[in-house]
């Protein structure tokens, strides 16, 4: 018996890469939606969709065309946001001494 061109072997393989990938494109994309939120763009929902459906080309998609900027945590929640930007996007907070 020769394990390594057993076809059970193979379909064991491809079902754990394809449950390993499935994880990771539900990973990128909570990550898009959550950091789509703190850069204060319109639409996180329709990014965590279009990684999910595109998952290489999608989020590589988001990184180059989300708005990039220091981020720094917001002074009421603590959640990241973009330093230029004057109103947290998650609790809504006015940053006034800056
Ligand atoms: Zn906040």
Redesign the pocket.
């Known amino acids: 018996m020769n394990l390594i061109l057993d076809p059970t072997v193979f379909i064991i393989l491809a079902a754990v890469g394809a449950i390993i990938f499935a994880f990771l494109q539900i990973l990128m994309a909570a990550f898009a939606a959550r950091d789509a939120t703190a850069r204060g763009m319109d639409s996180p929902a329709l990014w965590a969709l279009i990684v999910l459906l595109f998952p290489i080309i999608g989020f590589l998609v988001y990184v180059f065309t989300m708005p990039h900027g220091v981020m720094v945590p ?6 990241p ?1 973009l330093s230029h930007l004057s109103r ?6 006015e940053e006034t001494a800056q």
């Open positions: 917001c002074s009421r929640c603590a959640n946001r947290c996007p998650h609790c809504g907070y």
